[in-house]
């Protein structure tokens, strides 16, 4: 089974600390994205990545950084956290990009997820 | 902008019943829609994918169809169980993106 690990499921910070949320995937996928989820807002995407060292920015990408330096692993950063990114964050992975026509290969496969909490 | 729309937002069902998720959206230029379950405080996890070129996808008590044309699909659960509970979500891919609904919050009582 494919498996996409978060490190950390609950984090409490506070304002103004550098928060990095980990991501490892195991499946060899390309691509891995980051999506917020927020009661009434659904799931945003943050920033997403189709291969090493490369990276796109999402709907919401203000506030966050991302780093792909392996190809398994894909890492969110606040530099300086807020209250308003108190959330649930989740990673995601794929093998195929999102529109490429490819039976089954571009399902999602999402971690559980980390609450962060920001006071 | 494409935006994915589910109704109801939460349903409430005797165990054995079964019942009908709605997801309608508003670019039919798509090419797939997925089918995710989210326990609470858990990720996603993929239920069925229907590429645009198919009506339905089956798997065990679920069945998923896809009517491009008008913008919707529906999540099929036959013989619904207590197990069942958690939120459905479904998401388009248009373009390079996928876009999610915000679920359906299922309970199914005993």
């Known amino acids: 089974d494919v498996k996409v690990t978060q490190s950390s499921r609950y984090l409490v910070k506070r304002t103004g600390e550098k928060v990095f949320l980990e991501c490892v995937q195991d499946m060899d996928h390309e691509n891995m994205f980051w999506y917020r989820q927020d009661p009434g807002l659904g799931l945003r995407l943050i920033y997403f990545s189709y291969d090493v060292k490369m990276k796109e920015k999402g709907d919401i990408p203000e506030g966050y950084s991302v780093s792909r330096e392996k190809k398994e692993r894909f890492s969110l950063i606040l530099e300086s956290a807020s209250t308003n990114q108190t959330s649930m964050y989740l990673c995601a992975s794929s093998h195929h990009q999102p529109g490429q026509p490819s039976s089954g290969a571009n399902v999602l496969t999402f971690g559980a997820g980390s609450r962060l909490t920001v006071l | 902008k494409q935006e994915v729309t589910q109704i109801p937002a939460a349903l409430s069902v005797p165990e054995g019943e079964n019942l009908v998720l709605n997801c309608s959206f508003t670019?039919?230029?798509?090419?797939?829609l997925q089918w995710f379950r989210q326990d609470p405080g858990k990720g996603l996890t993929s239920l069925l994918l229907?590429?645009?070129?198919?009506r339905e996808q089956t798997s065990g008590r679920l069945n998923a169809s896809l009517d491009k044309s008008s913008g919707r699909s529906t999540l099929y659960i036959a013989a619904s169980q207590p197990g069942d509970s958690a939120t459905y979500l479904c998401?388009?891919?248009?373009?390079?993106?996928?876009?999610f609904g915000e679920g359906t919050q299922l309970t199914v009582n005993p």
């Open positions: 998401a388009v891919t248009s373009g390079s993106r996928l876009t």
């Open positions: 229907i590429q645009s070129s198919q």
């Open positions: 670019d039919s230029a798509i090419y797939n």
